[in-house]
């Protein structure tokens, strides 16, 4: 391991850290009374539209059971709703009410001010030449990334 190798595994252990203390206080924005994961699988909808439960679980890599319960528990504080599938009408989709995108756009609004308070001061060209670099770092082979512009 080289010195250069050592000092970026401290700062990605540093942003890791960050970035789930980030998280953790995004999802307390979007509701107090819900896990962080929660706030995944609602950001999943946000991004992506309505969805079969076990599609939304996979793309964020939860547990399907895990998933089940979290939706119930977001469609009894009316977040998310539950219709059937208008293609076959037996497969259920899982989307956002309209209180679930609000409250979705309120923890996305208190991320970026977050981001935007934490580079405040930063050039152009030191933010592009940062998202080029983690860009770059991030689609590595087998890195597993998704990108949901959340």
Not at 65 to 87: H, I, W
Not at 120 to 128: A, F
Request: net charge negative; proline share 4%.
């Amino acid at each position: 391991m080289t010195p250069a190798t050592t000092r970026l595994g401290f700062e990605l252990n540093a942003l890791l850290s960050a970035s789930r203390a980030l998280t953790e206080r995004s999802a307390a924005a979007f509701h107090e009374e819900l896990r962080p994961a929660a706030f995944h699988l609602a950001r999943w909808l946000y991004a992506y539209g309505p969805a079969r439960p076990s599609a939304v679980a996979e793309a964020v890599a939860m547990d399907r059971s895990s998933a089940s319960a979290l939706f119930k528990r977001m469609t009894s504080l009316g977040l998310v709703q539950s219709d059937r599938a208008p293609e076959d009408g037996r497969s259920v989709l899982v989307s956002l009410t309209d209180e679930g995108r609000t409250q979705v756009e309120r923890a996305l609004a208190l991320r970026q001010d977050e981001l935007e308070r934490r580079v405040d001061g930063w050039s152009e060209d030191d933010l592009d030449r940062l998202v080029l670099l983690l860009h770059r770092f991030n689609d590595l082979p087998g890195g597993g990334v998704q990108r949901d512009g959340s």
